[in-house]
DNA sequence: ACCTGAACACCGTTCAAGT
DNA sequence: ACCTGAACACCGTTCAAGT
């Protein structure tokens, strides 16, 4: 039976979380087709294309933990009246939930960073977060910008977050870099290291923290 | 006359700014220099080594504009009485001192966000931006998560700005992706959309205000 | 110390031609 | 509709050998 476009994107999808993105290419896709290299482009535009499908997926995975607000054309599978946790809950788990998409896949950060082109699943999160943040108060300029900064911290923050994860990048003797570390030009850097750093959850945690309190407290009540 | 590393990085640098991340290739910096490829890898261990050492250099140039904290060890250049900004107004301009600096290279920011292993810049922009915000009264595992936060931010932001830029995800004719925009599904990004947008400078400035306000007001006085 | 020549093992993409 | 064969124009990296 012929190889549809779907398995060309799923058999991307497997090798990407074997072997990251770096080894994604165009002919292993093909090889764990059993087809040709040129095969793929009869289904595929582009390995752009390849990737942005990629990506809006990865992004796809996190929509069950967001919060639809109530402006949405979802109908709702609860009850209407169901306990609905305040903005600033609902953007926490919000951001939470994209955080824990992009850490499903090796590299799945870079992966929504380089080509989330607004793929249809980024569309419904940026509208999804704006929507929460007009619920939270914000007028409506604010509210997009809002959304916009939670996105782009979280995709920064599990950039560096799977970076520093991959064995590339990681001299797994020494916690903090080695390399000369003066000790005295950094005097602020080695307090905290001092102090004992957070780890990536509770960090993340944190900034999430700072960045919701900071939306909410902008908000004028709406009624 | 020999050509050293200096002239390698030189060379890679300036392709970068002609061709963006994608163009840059070991060879087209052989060409550039009048040599061959091999020799290329006389002077540098590796493709990664030459970026991450570009990357350092990025973050490097942003560093004039990020203020010095007064814990740093670098001797002030101007007498220690001078008139100081508060450590907000210290913390925002350091978030756009960051930007620009990215923003000052084709894809700056993918470059820093794929290759600052902690390069010595990218240790000292840690250092200076967790203590801003100890002087702006966050306690130390605090602060340094804020400074982490912010170039999170500012990282995911100039990402998606530059990709905006970018003639390869980009349809000149419609401003917003035309491929069946959905308006009725996507209730909160129309209205925004009706409203008019701002533009990355000032979407950009609000997000910083954001954070920098939720930075500072966690915050308790020191003394 | 610095470079060449030449190879190795890969890439993405295109396209006539086949079935 | 779906794929093969084969080519084109590239990659990063290594390494003997030259000077």
Redesign the pocket.
Known sequence: ?????ADVIDAAMELLDESGLD??????I?DR???????????V????E?LAELADRVVGSCLDGVPVPDGGAEPPTAPPSAPVADPAARLTAAAHAVRDAMLAHPDGAALVAGHAVPGPNSLVLADRLCGIAREAGLPLPLAAVAGDTLLSYVTGFVLQEQRRGDPLHHHPNTSVPAPGFAPDRLPHLAAALAEGLPDDDTAFAAGIDLLVTAVTSRARPRR
Chains 1, 2 share one sequence.
């Open positions: 039976m012929p190889v549809r476009r080894q994604l290419s165009t002919r292993r093909a087709l059993g087809v040709r290299v040129g095969a793929i482009y009869w289904h535009k582009d390995k752009d390849l």
